[in-house]
């Protein structure tokens, strides 16, 4: 392969996805291709932006004119999807956004890829074998096509989609669209479903990194419900690690659910953000638990997730590097380090939304 198009590069997953391909693959040109809405910022990428193998296109995935001059000027052997309108929230508030980008956005790289690859509807599902493997679309997704669990049980590659958010279903409704046509162009395609990241550059709207700025900045913690959903939790460069090995070594056509075995309560890994960062701002034990403040739900709140992946450990050898108290301690330390990428990015329109939202 000569070119590969990551989508939504520019964002949380996406840096730390474009940083690994750039840095493992010197002969193979990474175009980062994001649109730089709200989510996107160049920033992430300050490191990694002189490397040679690496280029920006602003693009949005949304309008097919401008993905047509991008793939007319690299004619990408691949493509690795994860641009997105990705938080839940939001897709209450504006739904039209994640069906544009989500459902949408995705046909339309969908199409252009139909184009430009010779595909061969002979390998059903996408499933071509390795010899043949010139081009691939992986497309990365979410745990929350699957819905929301019990008390216990794990959600399998097989577990039937039940998304309940805007959000989920306009990305169920990607994934539906990836093997579609896998199934009926022989578009080669892998598509793996992830359990939530956390780690550096994670934009603050999110549950770690608005509680992790709010405990600098002594502002309230706020918790949805009870504070007993549950999670499954994955540091982010374990997430990108995870994409390159899948991109590398995964047969076409197959699913991966990637997660951390990594079960939390959201109360109890508040507290656990708490312990860390009063020790780290030289705060007496349990000071910021005063901060807690439980707000009103989210309609259609999912209880919990929890992924099992199982498989992608017999397949490929894969597994978390780091525990979630690991992780925590190396996210919590980027943060104290970037206060001026956390000022930016929470300046501006950031916080109109954030008063709409809390207050
Ligand atoms: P993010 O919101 O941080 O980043 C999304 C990126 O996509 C941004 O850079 C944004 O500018 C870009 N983008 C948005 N709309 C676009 C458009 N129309 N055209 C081009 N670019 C556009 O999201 P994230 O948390 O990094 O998630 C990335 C992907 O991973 C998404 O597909 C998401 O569904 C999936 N995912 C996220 C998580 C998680 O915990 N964050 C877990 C599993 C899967």
Not at 128 to 133: A, C, I, N, T, W
Not at 201 to 227: A, M, V
């Amino acid at each position: 392969m000569k070119n590969i198009i990551i989508t939504g590069g520019a964002g949380f997953i996406g840096s730390h996805v474009v940083r690994e391909f750039v840095k493992n693959n010197p002969d193979i040109t990474i175009i980062n291709l994001d649109a730089l809405t709200y989510a996107g910022n160049l920033e992430n990428l300050k490191d990694i932006e002189n490397e040679p193998n690496y280029v920006f296109e602003k693009a949005d995935i949304t309008r097919p004119d401008e993905l047509r001059t991008v793939f007319e000027k690299y004619n990408p052997d691949a493509v690795v999807h994860l641009a997105a309108e990705s938080h839940v929230d939001r897709s209450i508030t504006d739904p039209m956004a994640f069906i544009n980008t989500n459902v949408n956005g995705t046909a339309n790289l969908l199409n252009l890829c139909k184009e430009f690859w010779t595909l061969n509807p002979d390998h059903t599902h996408g499933r071509f074998p390795d010899e043949q493997r010139k081009n691939l679309f992986y497309h990365i997704s979410t745990d929350e096509v699957y819905g929301s669990l019990g008390e216990t049980g794990f959600f399998l590659e097989t577990t039937p989609y039940d998304p309940q958010s805007p959000y989920s279903a306009s990305k169920a409704a990607s994934d539906h669209l990836v093997r579609a046509y896998g199934n009926t162009y022989g578009m080669p395609f892998i598509v793996s479903n992830c359990s939530n990241n956390y780690g550096p550059n994670h934009f603050p709207e999110k549950l770690i990194p608005l509680c992790i700025s709010n405990i600098i900045n002594e502002k309230p913690l706020p918790i949805y419900g009870d504070g007993k959903y549950t999670r499954d939790w994955l540091f982010v460069i374990d997430h990108a690690k995870a994409i390159h090995q899948i991109f590398n070594d995964a047969k076409t056509g197959e699913t991966y659910n990637i997660g951390g075995f990594n079960e939390w309560q959201n109360i109890d890994l508040v507290k656990e953000l708490i312990r860390q960062m009063d020790a780290k701002l030289g705060r007496p034990a349990g000071y910021s638990e005063k901060l807690i403040s439980f707000v009103k739900d989210r309609p259609g709140h999912d209880k919990r997730y929890a992924i099992d992946a199982t498989k992608l450990n017999k397949d490929l050898g894969w597994k978390p590097s780091v525990t979630f108290e690991e992780g925590l301690a190396k996210t919590i330390d980027w943060y104290l380090e970037n206060k001026e990428w956390l000022e930016n990015v929470t300046s501006g329109d950031y916080q109109k939304y954030y008063e709409k939202q809390y207050n």
